[in-house]
C-alpha cells in the first residue's frame, strides 16, 4: 500500500518534514529530479530506500532555469507534479520537496556558482555552455538544504554523475554519491523525460543510440576505433539521427592511453539529435582482448 510523501514547497517546510527524522538520527537520502518522473527515476528512489532503510527518502522535484541555455527546453520541459507525487507514493518516499524557482533562488541568479572545471566544457559542456555550472550550482544547493547522507543520480547522464562526484571530492561535501544503471526501453532506448518529446517514427530512430553503444561493447575486444567503427556503422543506418558526438574515454571521462593493456574499463557516450530532440545515452566497456 503506497502512503501520501509529505509535500514541502518551502526551505522551511522542508526542514519540519524532515526534524523528527534528523531528531531520530535517520540517515537521509536524496534523490534530485526535474520531476517528468518514470521508470528510471523510480530506480533511483529504490536504490536510495535500500541505501537508508528506515531512514527517509527524499524527492526533489524542480526544473532549474540555471542549467537551460538560452535557445533550450525550459519552457517546454514537461511539468507533471501530480502524477510524479503518485510516483513518489509507489516508491515509499517520504518527503517530495517542490520548491519553486524563488524559493531556491530567492536573490534571482546566484552570484556565487560552482565552476565545474575542464571536465565542464567538454562533451555536454561544449555544446551547452553553462549547463554543468547551473547543474553543480542546484545540486550544491539543494545538498544544503537536504543535507543527505547518500544521494542517488542515474548513470544514463554519466558527464554530470561524474562532476558530481568531483564536487562532493573537491569541496568537502560529505555525501555519498551512488550512481544507478540506467533503465532501458525493451528495445534499449534509455529512458528520459525527453523521450516524451520524440514523435512515433522519432521514437524508432533513437534506438540508434543504444544499438550504436552496443555494437562498440561487443567490438571493444578489438580496440577503440574498431568499436567506434561499429557504432558509427549503427548509427548510419538512421538517416534522421544527427551526431553530435560519439567518444570512447576513460571511466574518469580523461583521454584514453596511447597503448591499450587488455581489459581497460572505459566508457562509450554519445549524444545526438533526433528531429528537435537532443538524446544522450553511455555504456562501460572493456577495451582490448582478453584471454578466457
Ligand atoms: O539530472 C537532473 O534531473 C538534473 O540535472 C538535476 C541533477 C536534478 C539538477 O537539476
Not at 71 to 85: F, I, V
Not at 156 to 167: A, E, P, V, W
Request: charged residues 25%.
Amino acid at each position: 500500500m503506497s502512503r501520501e510523501p509529505v509535500l514541502a514547497a518551502t526551505r522551511d517546510e522542508l526542514a519540519a518534514g524532515l526534524s523528527a527524522w534528523r531528531d531520530a538520527r535517520h540517515r537521509v537520502a536524496f534523490v534530485p529530479t526535474m520531476g517528468a518522473l518514470h521508470e528510471g527515476h523510480a530506480s533511483l528512489m529504490r536504490v536510495a530506500r535500500d541505501a537508508v532503510g528506515e531512514g527517509p527518502v527524499v524527492v526533489s522535484v524542480f526544473v532549474n532555469p540555471l542549467q537551460f541555455g538560452p535557445r533550450e527546453d525550459l519552457d517546454r520541459y514537461p511539468r507533471t507534479l501530480s502524477k510524479d507525487r503518485e510516483t513518489c507514493a509507489a516508491e515509499g518516499v517520504d518527503l517530495v520537496f517542490a520548491p519553486a524557482v524563488g524559493e531556491v533562488y530567492p536573490g534571482g541568479e546566484p552570484q556565487v556558482t560552482v565552476e565545474p572545471g575542464p571536465l565542464g566544457t567538454i562533451l555536454e559542456g561544449r555544446t551547452r555552455p553553462g549547463h554543468f555550472r547551473g547543474v553543480l550550482t542546484v545540486v550544491a544547493k539543494l545538498f544544503g538544504l537536504v543535507r543527505p547522507d547518500v544521494a542517488v543520480f542515474g548513470q544514463k547522464d554519466y558527464q554530470q554523475l561524474t562532476l558530481i562526484r568531483r564536487m562532493v571530492a573537491d569541496l568537502c561535501l560529505g555525501v555519498e554519491v551512488v550512481g544507478a544503471e540506467t533503465r532501458r526501453e525493451p528495445d534499449g532506448l534509455a529512458m528520459s523525460s525527453r523521450n516524451s518529446y520524440l514523435d512515433a517514427g522519432q521514437r524508432r530512430d533513437a534506438v540508434a543510440l543504444s544499438r550504436a553503444l552496443r555494437a562498440a561493447a561487443q567490438a571493444a575486444a578489438e580496440g577503440p576505433e574498431p568499436a567506434l567503427a561499429a557504432a558509427r556503422a549503427e548509427l548510419d543506418t538512421v538517416g534522421s539521427v544527427d551526431v553530435d558526438y560519439l567518444v570512447i574515454t576513460r571511466p574518469d571521462l580523461g583521454p584514453l592511453p596511447e597503448e591499450i593493456v587488455p581489459g581497460t574499463p572505459a566508457r562509450a557516450l554519445v549524444a545526438a539529435r533526433v528531429g528537435g530532440t537532443r538524446l544522450i545515452d553511455n555504456m562501460p566497456l572493456i577495451l582490448g582482448r582478453t584471454e578466457r
